[in-house]
């Protein structure tokens, strides 16, 4: 009885009725989830099919379902920031760990590099007007404007948590993200046709076993009956498939914002929130490290560009230098991914010595990064372990077959330790959460004389407490506090720097058009060219996503470090 008058008190907690309450979430989300599986359906049979000969869709049909979809989707965000505007109590709670000012900066870089594409290709199709569907030439007018109004959506509203309409924000929502999706997969499918296109073209003269796309399929993409004999078409016609690496990725950040804007909807957040997030200066942001790290990623982002120039002229050349290229790009790419493997991880050695506490708050857009990172390495792990068969069983006795080895196993090595470093370090907390069991050392307080402060050296063997009454006012000018740990936050700075740099011409060169993986004959001899580019096709736009995505993860953890 006893027990049960003391527990008594404890079971009160429905006092914070007073505050509002989180309404069920369930229903909502599986509406708008169905929602958007059965248009991704749709858009996804129409794409695949308009990819494959002798099945009768067009990208003229694609077109048209895209366009639909992106007038729909800018409306419903029309009538989201009106709402929004007009009713001031739609949004009383914004999650500031949504929408991070890079992941909003990449969006409109992107973002512009896409309104540049659908100029390019606006223009391309304005040359032979007069034998192109007119869904053609609104298909990029259409996806400039939808561009524009969601970029500025997106930074406007990414941290909203909303309280209005919430079954019809969550189909909007799920909409929007499903429109991208489906964008992302016309532009994916429409590059690695084009690429097919002109790799099964490249090597006709030397096999005629692989079997090429249809010609009327490719020239109905490439602008059907109508020729392309101008200048200025062709710089239009090749510069649309150069922005194509932006535009694939301006839809998979915005797919990611909306669907942590999705997660917030309804979302109740306390007063005193626990914010782990910053806002450091740009004067800051790039202090407190070592140089090492961005002195060396940068000159592997140099050395990685002329490698890519270098292979790309030599493979598209006619002398016969594919093996040279090939030797170069695959030595280089193993130094890159051998030194990248090692420095993520020493960061997750480093981790072990860390005192700070892991955050374990309810957080969206962590959450997300993490599913992300780990999904979309699944796309490189499937051809590196297709290549790593290939080469063991068909046990080839060339050059190429040991680098292509050795190129599969580290970049497995590489995906799993660099995936190990960003997810511990999203889930540390800020510097100063120090653990509460391990009572913190006294902190070192010094009073010194900035006249004879150049003497002292940098960090003092023995420091000593001194009472400031026994100092002179005049000579304490200075109170400088010894950080604990100073050198291993410059050292995971200088980590996230370098793999970050490193990522960047990783994502280059796969993302304009380096192809080893047909150049190499090791697993097309082995698999077959068409089973080979299937698995490709598929799983190398993940990979390709992958080291953005792991951009702007080491980016936050460069910033939180």
Request: with cysteine; hydrophobic share 45%; net charge neutral.
């Amino acid at each position: 009885m006893s027990e049960e008058l003391a527990t008594g008190p404890k079971e009160s907690p429905p006092a914070p009725r007073a505050g509002p309450r989180e309404v069920w979430k369930k229903g909502g989300r599986l509406l708008s989830v169905l929602l958007a599986v059965n248009v991704l359906l749709l858009a996804c049979t129409l794409i695949s099919g308009g990819a494959f000969n002798k099945v009768a869709v067009y990208d003229t049909d694609v077109f048209a379902l895209l366009t639909t979809m992106m007038l729909l989707a800018a409306l419903w965000i029309l009538f989201y920031l009106l709402r929004t505007v007009r009713c001031p109590d739609a949004v009383p709670y914004r999650d500031a760990h949504a929408g991070p000012i890079w992941l909003r900066g990449g969006l409109v870089l992107f973002g512009i590099c896409t309104l540049v594409m659908d100029v390019f290709k606006t223009g391309y199709y304005s040359s032979f007007f007069e034998c192109q569907s007119a869904i053609k030439i609104l298909h990029p007018l259409t996806q400039a404007v939808f561009v524009i109004i969601q970029t500025y959506f997106l930074w406007v509203s990414a941290k909203d948590c909303i309280h209005i309409h919430l079954d019809l924000t969550r189909c909007g929502l799920m909409f929007t993200l499903t429109t991208n999706l489906a964008i992302w997969m016309a532009a994916v499918v429409d590059e690695s046709v084009h690429q097919a296109y002109f790799q099964s073209s490249s090597h006709s003269n030397a096999s005629h076993s692989h079997p090429s796309p249809d010609p009327k399929r490719m020239g109905n993409r490439l602008g059907g009956d109508c020729p392309c004999n101008t200048v200025v078409c062709q710089v239009f016609q090749q510069g649309y498939f150069y922005l194509y690496p932006f535009n694939i990725e301006y839809n998979l950040f915005a797919s990611t914002m909306l669907y942590v804007m999705w997660k917030n909807v309804g979302r109740l957040l306390a007063s005193s929130t626990h914010d782990h997030s910053h806002s450091p200066s740009w004067v800051s942001l790039f202090q407190e490290t070592f140089f090492a790290g961005p002195v060396l990623g940068l000159m592997l982002l140099m050395l990685g560009l002329a490698v890519f120039i270098i292979y790309g002229v030599q493979v598209s050349g006619e002398g016969g230098h594919t093996q040279q290229a090939l030797v170069i790009y695959y030595s280089f790419n193993i130094v890159c991914l051998g030194l990248m493997t090692l420095v993520s991880l020493s960061g997750s050695v480093i981790y072990r010595f860390d005192r700070r506490t892991m955050d374990h708050h309810k957080n969206p857009t962590r959450t997300l990064d993490v599913a992300l990172l780990m999904g979309a390495a699944l796309g490189q792990y499937a051809i590196s372990y297709y290549s790593i068969v290939a080469v063991v069983v068909g046990m080839p006795r060339d050059m190429l077959g040991v680098l292509s080895l050795a190129h599969a196993l580290l970049m497995i090595a590489q995906h799993t330790f660099q995936n190990a470093f960003i997810i511990e370090s999203l889930h540390r907390g800020p510097p100063g959460a120090e653990l509460h069991g391990i009572p913190p050392r006294e902190p070192c307080l010094t009073f010194a004389n900035l006249d004879a402060l150049h003497t002292l050296p940098a960090c003092p063997a023995t420091p000593r407490c001194v009472d400031p009454s026994q100092i002179d006012p005049q000579e304490a000018m200075a109170i400088i506090l010894a950080p604990r740990g100073h050198w291993r936050r410059r050292y995971l700075k200088d980590i996230s720097l370098f793999l970050l740099l490193c990522n960047i011409i990783l994502w280059i060169m796969p993302a304009f058009g380096a192809r080893p993986h047909f150049s190499n004959k090791v697993e097309v001899d082995f698999y077959g060219y068409s089973l080979w580019a299937a698995i490709v096709n598929i799983c190398l736009p993940f990979g390709i996503f992958y080291r953005m995505h792991a951009v702007s993860s080491l980016l936050e953890v460069y910033v939180l470090s």
